[in-house]
């Protein structure tokens, strides 16, 4: 593949920016990044866990994404809890993505906070890349308010890694010919897919860095780690070959995600949590008149890693049942044991239900009749007027869900 030059933009602090980024601009006095504040879950009760945390939160109080804000709280009394608003971040990705526009036309939204931008041949129109990250980097912060950090390299594994520097609001560059300086002497555990798990294994073996996993030879990473350890090697050499998808999975679309208040590694459990956001989602496609033909399913690790899985349907649905047969089939090929603290659901390829298609033979039509009578009386009585028998006796509730937009962020359609 011939040299390209990739740009990743993170935002810094992303869910705790853009609020603080909303409440300045609606005239409020006090920038919530500058006072011990987080995001997530229920500022009265303290349940659930932190989502983002400020500079303060971060480095006075040692308070860390993802622990519970029961514990935040003890370490820090007088802390700012704010609860998420994901429409305003999707409202914030959305205007970012389309500053990013003016830079290149391959861009992609890694998540709802990271954007791969592929500045391959774009010099002649914008200058030298680094003179181009320094224009759109102000342009960010000073047209919506916000800091990013932007990685530059010859991939996407590069950038990300040269974006994870120093922060906030830098611009950093790691190309192969910088990696015995700027890489190889970092822990290891520094190294995009190198998790706690992986990182344990490595450090028995005496691997403390990524310099010593690039030189350990290949055959030892494979008897250790298996396939994974190849991928690892190859990371910290600096080799990565994936595009940037500016046309992957369709932006718009139904999603709906939530944060589990503990890890959940009972297969039973995941299974019901995936039926209750399927549930609450499918309810919503329906509503809209919508069927799908794409299903995406993510989920994050106790490390807060994102994996996710896609299936395209042959033709369109929209049952409950039918999705959570599909959603089922793509998370028993998706998740591997470890603990779940977050899991999404996203519908794609949408199409008016008045192209609804049925297949010979199969029991679509009669799904479809059962969930137009269920609709119709939770629309009269309720949500919860009918719930299925599984969640009578279970602590995950019957529709579970985070996100509540049509315009759901996209999700990850690969590891890179």
């Not at 935040?72 to 009394?77: M, Q, S, W």
């Not at 590069?158 to 990696?179: C, R, V, W, Y």
């Not at 956001?277 to 994050?300: D, M």
């Amino acid at each position: 593949m011939s040299s390209r030059t990739i740009f990743h933009i993170d935002v810094n602090s992303a869910y705790l920016s853009w609020e603080a980024t909303s409440r300045l601009q609606k005239g409020e006095q006090l920038d919530i990044r500058t006072v011990p504040s987080v995001i997530g879950g229920d500022s009265d009760k303290r349940q659930g866990i932190v989502l983002a945390k400020s500079i303060p939160a971060k480095h006075i109080y040692n308070i860390q994404t993802g622990e519970t804000l029961n514990s935040a709280c003890k370490k820090c009394p007088n802390l700012l809890i704010v609860p998420p608003n994901y429409s305003l971040y999707l409202q914030c990705s959305n205007a970012m993505v389309e500053l990013l526009t003016n830079y290149s036309p391959i861009i992609e939204r890694y998540s709802v906070d990271e954007v791969f931008l592929d500045f391959t041949n774009m010099e002649n129109h914008h200058g030298h890349y680094l003179e181009a990250a320094q224009q759109m980097k102000e342009s960010i912060k000073n047209e919506l308010g916000f800091t990013v950090n932007i990685g530059i390299g010859s991939n996407k594994l590069l950038a990300k890694m040269a974006s994870e520097f120093k922060k906030p609001d830098q611009i950093h560059t790691l190309f192969p010919g910088d990696l015995s300086r700027k890489l190889w002497p970092l822990p290891v555990n520094n190294l995009f897919m190198v998790g706690k798990a992986t990182e344990k294994k490595l450090r028995d073996r005496g691997i403390s860095t990524i310099g010593e996993l690039a030189n350990t030879s290949r055959e030892k990473l494979k008897l250790w780690l298996k396939s994974h350890g190849l991928l690892i090697w190859n990371y910290a050499n600096g080799i990565e070959q994936s595009p940037v998808r500016s046309e992957g999975i369709p932006i718009k679309g139904l999603g709906n995600s939530t944060t589990t208040p503990r890890n959940i590694t009972e297969r039973e459990t995941a299974e019901l949590l995936l039926l209750s956001l399927t549930e609450k989602v499918a309810t919503r496609l329906r509503k809209i008149n919508q069927s799908t033909k794409l299903i995406s399913i993510s989920i994050k690790n106790d490390q807060f890693n994102m994996y996710s899985k896609q299936k395209k349907l042959s033709i369109s649905i929209n049952s409950t049942l039918d999705i959570f047969k599909v959603a089922k089939q793509i998370f028993e090929e998706l998740w591997q044991g470890e603990p779940i603290r977050h899991m999404g659901v996203s519908l794609s390829s949408l199409s008016n239900n008045d192209f609804y298609q049925y297949s010979l033979f199969d029991y679509h039509s009669s799904s479809h009749n059962l969930d137009k009578v269920i609709d119709q009386i939770r629309d009269k009585h309720g949500e919860t007027s009918i719930i299925r028998s599984s969640f009578l006796y279970s602590s995950i509730p019957p529709f579970s869900g985070g996100v509540d937009t049509v315009e759901d962020y996209p999700m990850m359609s690969s590891l890179l």
